[in-house]
């Protein structure tokens, strides 16, 4: 199957810092990505799609200044969370759609788990 | 508003025997559904899929139903083996209009156990 790679798997960084997620699809070309959230023990929560060529759309409440997405190419979008608070620590996901054949599948990257002191 | 909901958080399951997992959906907009088990602190598998034109779909051990009229999907599992534990969350998609875009929204995810 498809083949969405993301990085890194886990980051510590100190308060006020940036960082910056990779989400790449290795062996198909996604138009669309979308980037998820998730808390402990509860499900996977949009922020944003992401639209290469094109600006990001986000979800309600999800801040875009903070939360800066760049689609530049087909196979890659990156995430970069500004100014990190605690707040933010989270483990979050890319995902990248892929469309074969009339049937479309949802491929997701391995996850980034944020920590933010 | 929680669009997707899976109202059972977890479920046990003998080996051998069929899981059962469900998930209810809202809004009638949705077109395509999916499947995906999750461990933690790993990205979600996709598992298996189901356009909103069929009401079945079949992958080895894994077959989804879908009950339009009554906004109900659930994905069945035979024979359950122990390796099948973990987290498996349905997911509803639609187009947004306004946007251009699709939007994948998550239900809340069931917990399965299967015991040896």
């Known amino acids: 199957g498809a083949v969405v790679s993301q990085h890194p798997s886990w980051v510590i960084c100190k308060s006020g810092t940036s960082v910056k997620i990779e989400c790449r699809s290795l062996?198909?070309?996604?138009?669309?990505m979308f980037w998820y959230r998730q808390f402990p023990k509860q499900s996977l929560m949009l922020m944003a799609t992401?639209?290469?060529?094109?600006?990001?759309?986000?979800e309600q409440g999800v801040e875009k200044d903070k939360f800066l997405i760049n689609h530049a190419s087909l196979t890659l979008s990156t995430l970069t969370v500004t100014s990190a608070h605690p707040e933010d620590s989270s483990f979050y996901i890319c995902?990248?759609?892929?469309?074969?054949?009339?049937?479309?599948?949802?491929?997701f990257g391995s996850g980034t788990q944020l920590s933010v002191l | 508003d929680q669009q997707v909901k899976q109202n059972s958080p977890s479920l046990s399951v003998q080996e051998g025997r069929i899981s059962i997992l469900n998930c209810d959906y809202t809004?009638?907009?949705?077109?395509?559904f999916l499947w995906y088990k999750k461990y933690p602190a790993e990205g979600p598998t996709f598992l298996i899929s189901i356009s909103s034109i069929k009401d079945k779909n079949e992958d080895g051990r894994f077959t989804v139903f879908l009950n339009k009229s009554a906004k109900h999907l659930s994905l069945h599992i035979v024979p359950s083996q122990p390796g099948d534990s973990a987290v498996y969350f349905c997911a509803a998609k639609r187009f947004i209009t306004t946007s251009g875009t699709y939007k994948y929204i998550f239900g809340t995810g069931t917990r399965l156990k299967v015991l040896a």
């Open positions: 062996d198909f070309q996604a138009t669309t």
């Open positions: 992401s639209n290469e060529g094109s600006k990001a759309t986000y």
């Open positions: 809004n009638s907009m949705f077109d395509y």
């Open positions: 995902s990248a759609r892929d469309v074969w054949g009339g049937d479309e599948k949802l491929f």
